[in-house]
T-cell receptor, first 113, second 115 residues
Framework: AQTVTQSQPEMSVQEAETVTLSCTYD???????LFWYKQPPSRQMILVIR??????QNATENRFSVNFQKAAKSFSLKISDSQLGDAAMYFC??????????FGTGTLLAVQP | DVKVTQSSRYLVKRTGEKVFLECVQD?????MFWYRQDPGLGLRLIYF???????EKGDIPEGYSVSREKKERFSLILESASTNQTSMYLC??????????????FGDGTRLSIL
């Protein structure tokens, strides 16, 4: 069975600095998708960024980028120029042959002014 | 934009009650999902549905059932609520294409307390 591990329960970053959130996963599938979701306090979970496993190029969405290492089964999220609005719980998620998402336990990111 | 609406943000019920959590999506998505979210455990899948009147068990279905009579609506039912079902419940939907990169879209969540 597939698993997703986020080893950092909490992280903190200064405003305007860069922070990297870690995610590793375990799977025997060769075709899959990886996602980072953001859940602000008391607000809706939204998609931050996605990566197809067959693509070697790392996905980028404005200040958010990933470092996808397929052989190492690692999928970290880098947030550049951190803003106060980036404070949230971040979840890494895996989707393989089914449409089911497997989530990590989350990383709570605090942004210090 | 996809809209997934959950009927209640906060709900308080008593042990033994039958509880209904409702979810409606407006994007004609085939797939719908119910998760519970607990601190330190992330999101765990309770049930999901790929089509009307179709349901499949997720990872933690015990004590729950679901109903999907219409494509846009997916209901989660706690047959006899217990205190260990106090949690945040999230509904999500996604298009049907298997193997696509389409994300799931989430509702705001229902924070359920069982007293």
């Amino acid at each position: 069975a597939q698993t997703v591990t986020q080893s950092q329960p909490e992280m903190s970053v200064q405003e305007a600095e860069t922070v990297t959130l870690s995610c590793t996963y375990d799977t025997s599938e060769s075709d899959y998708y990886l996602f980072w979701y953001k859940q602000p306090p008391s607000r809706q979970m939204i998609l931050v960024i996605r990566q197809e496993a067959y693509k070697q190029q790392n996905a980028t969405e404005n200040r958010f980028s990933v470092n996808f290492q397929k052989a190492a089964k690692s999928f970290s999220l880098k947030i550049s120029d951190s803003q106060l609005g980036d404070a949230a719980m971040y979840f890494c998620a895996y989707r393989g042959a089914t449409n089911k998402l497997i989530f990590g336990t989350g990383t709570l990111l605090a942004v210090q002014p | 934009d996809v809209k997934v609406t959950q009927s209640s943000r906060y709900l308080v019920k008593r042990t033994g009650e039958k509880v209904f959590l409702e979810c409606v999506q407006d994007m004609d998505h085939e797939n719908m999902f119910w998760y519970r979210q607990d601190p330190g455990l992330g999101l765990r899948l309770i049930y999901f549905s790929y089509d009307v009147k179709m349901k499949e068990k997720g990872d933690i279905p015990e004590g729950y059932s679901v109903s999907r009579e219409k494509k846009e609506r997916f209901s989660l039912i706690l047959e006899s609520a217990s205190t260990n079902q106090t949690s945040m419940y999230l509904c999500a939907s996604s298009p049907a294409q298997s193997g696509s990169n389409q994300p799931q879209h989430f509702g705001d969540g229902t924070r359920l307390s069982i007293l």
